[in-house]
């Protein structure tokens, strides 16, 4: 299941936020909510879009144009079915366009050193923040 929002943010020019478009992949519905009503109310994103289910995240994301691909990608580590890090070998096969325009942020209740290796292994992971993330980690954000 996925979902596309348009913050309250839509009368703000460009400028006036972070970034255009976000995309949440988590299967925590209540984390998700959180998370879009952060980027709301931080101006964080203008666009924020969310999967439940990391597969049709990579489908979405094969399909995107670049110009409206998200420019940060929140995503969980423990999910069903796809785990955050087999997200990112599908990731890898994608265009190097959308590498370049992506920015991933890996988001996990897990204070294990081993996920945090992984994370820093992959090429294309810029931070590892805890979950759920605050306002303040939000503001402070930038990749």
């Known amino acids: 299941m996925s979902t596309t929002i348009t913050t ?10 972070k970034y255009q478009n976000v995309l949440i992949i988590d299967d925590n519905p209540i984390d998700v909510k959180i998370h879009e009503t952060l980027i709301s109310a931080t101006k964080f994103a203008k666009n924020i879009t969310s999967f439940n289910i990391a597969k049709e995240a990579v489908a979405y994301l094969e399909s995107v144009s670049i110009e ?4 940060v990608i929140l995503l969980d580590i423990i999910m069903p079915e796809m785990d955050g890090f087999q997200f990112l070998e599908a990731y ?9 325009k992506c920015k991933v942020v890996l988001l996990s209740t897990s204070d294990s050193f081993k996920d945090l290796n992984r994370a820093n292994k992959s090429p294309f ?6 979950k759920p993330l605050t306002d303040n980690v939000l503001v402070a954000l930038n990749v």
């Open 8 to 17: 309250d943010s839509v009368n703000l020019s460009p400028k006036e936020v």
């Open 68 to 71: 409206n691909a998200p420019d």
């Open 92 to 100: 890898a096969q994608l265009s190097k366009e959308l590498h370049k």
């Open 125 to 130: 992971v810029q931070k590892f923040l805890n």
